[in-house]
């Protein structure tokens, strides 16, 4: 496998893909791959030159994604994530595992548990967290239902890795809830 030229890269984004790819061939399962993932990332999150400034312009309206590698067989792709201060994603669920690693900045995240089905299903509010610059964490489906956002007044620059081909899928997103939130 070979890493595209055709997208702008670096030496230590080379070899973030390289330690990551190397994850990935152990096939492990899924919760453990994320979480050798997030441990990989960490070493290059305080790296200046991570990435290329093309990854790090942002949006007005939302939050944006760059795709900045994904595997030529579709085991995992990197994006580069800029928040902008107050933008959030929708509370969803992934496709995949999934690693953020934050790379400037503060990722302000909310974890949900999905209760009850039907007309009863609700979401509980399991947890929140600041992920700060240089920290990663992964997980995998079930039990990936969460909210990010920039609650901060500066921008965010995130590195998110996912077990999926997100370049054919244009999201890692699964499904969004819209649900009714309560305290248990």
């Given amino acids: ?25 152990l096939e ?16 290059f999150l305080t790296q200046p030159d991570l990435l290329p400034d093309e990854y790090r312009e ?34 969803h669920d992934h496709v995949a595992w999934c690693v953020a690693g934050v790379y400037e900045g503060a990722e302000t995240e909310r ?7 039907g007309p009863d299903a609700r979401l509980v509010v399991a947890a929140d967290a600041i992920n ?16 990010v956002r920039n609650t901060g007044t500066a921008p965010v620059l995130s ?8 370049g054919k899928l244009g999201t890692s997103v699964r499904r969004e809830y819209r649900l009714p939130i309560a305290d248990n």
Wanted: net charge negative; hydrophobic share 40%.
């Fill in 1 to 25: 496998m070979s890493i595209s030229t055709a997208a702008p890269t670096t030496k230590a984004l080379d070899d973030l893909v390289c330690a990551v790819r190397e994850v990935v061939r």
């Fill in 28 to 43: 492990r399962p899924p919760a453990e791959s994320a979480r050798l993932v997030a441990d990989r990332l960490e070493g």
């Fill in 58 to 91: 942002g949006d007005p309206d939302r939050y944006r994604q760059h795709l900045v590698h994904t595997e030529s067989d579709g085991s995992f792709s990197v994006v580069a994530l800029v928040w902008q201060p107050g933008q959030a994603t929708p509370i």
């Fill in 111 to 117: 974890r949900y548990e999905l209760r009850g089905a």
């Fill in 132 to 147: 700060y610059a240089g920290t990663a964490c992964g997980f995998a489906p079930p039990g990936d239902i969460h909210l």
């Fill in 159 to 166: 590195i998110h890795i996912y077990g999926a081909n997100i």
